[in-house]
């Protein structure tokens, strides 16, 4: 029988990794897709994106340059006027957010999807312990997959998987731990590429969760 295909949308991070782990498990032949979007840490995030495509058995991978990410700004992740906070989880949301990107990121997702024969979008997003951005929620990706398969053609008919959605960070690891995602070949902090800085809003998430998991995290810190 011949296995079905999911597009993954990996980003380089923990959260991604073990979500297109997961779509490997469950027998999905995986085509990786990885946005290079002028982020700070673009190419720390593009090489653990190659280890992690290479370790779930891509049987494609895509390298996608948004350069207009960069002229859109608006966000600390893309622009380097504004700052990247560094004093904990504020309320609302925080200025780390890029603007739509999950949005634009599904719609490209899509057509890799429409163009391989692809049934599955597999993409990382957690609700419930996330620093609050907009496009990380179940009600939107509900909306999105509706959207999707309004617009493409009509034996199109795709489901976004969002198997961590529901999960703490905690939980994430215990899981990336027991499936064997390769931890070491993860990036989640937002400013820095050589050693992570530890005390931006995605360190503290990640170091929390590694804490709460009682385990140790691979990777080096500042």
């Known amino acids: 029988m011949k296995k079905q295909k999911a597009v993954c949308i990996i980003s380089g991070g923990m959260d991604s990794a073990l979500s297109a782990k997961i779509a490997q498990k469950e027998g999905y032949e995986i085509i990786a897709l990885h946005f290079n979007y002028g982020q700070r840490t673009q190419s720390k995030e593009l090489a653990c994106f190659r280890h992690i495509a290479k370790n779930v058995e891509a049987i494609c991978s895509y390298e996608i340059d948004l350069d207009f990410f960069k002229q859109i700004g608006a966000s600390a992740l893309t622009d380097k006027n504004i700052d990247v906070p560094t004093g904990g989880l504020e ?59 309004l617009g493409t053609k009509k034996e199109t008919n795709l489901q976004i998987q969002t198997p961590l959605i529901e999960l703490s960070k905690a939980q994430i690891v215990q899981k990336a731990l027991e499936l064997g995602v390769p931890l070491e070949h993860t990036w989640s902090c937002y400013q820095s590429e050589e050693k992570a800085c530890g005390v931006c809003d995605s360190c503290r998430l990640r170091l929390r969760g590694f804490k709460k998991a009682k385990a140790k995290d691979p990777i080096s810190y500042q």
């Not at 949301?93 to 599955?120: D, M, Q």
């Open 91 to 149: 309320a609302g949301v925080p200025v780390t957010y890029v603007p739509f990107r999950n949005g634009i990121f599904l719609s490209i997702a899509a057509a890799v999807a429409e163009k391989h024969g692809a049934c599955a979008l597999f993409i990382g997003v957690v609700e419930e312990d996330s620093s609050g951005y907009p496009d990380c929620t179940q009600a939107y990706i509900e909306q999105m997959q509706k959207a999707i398969n």
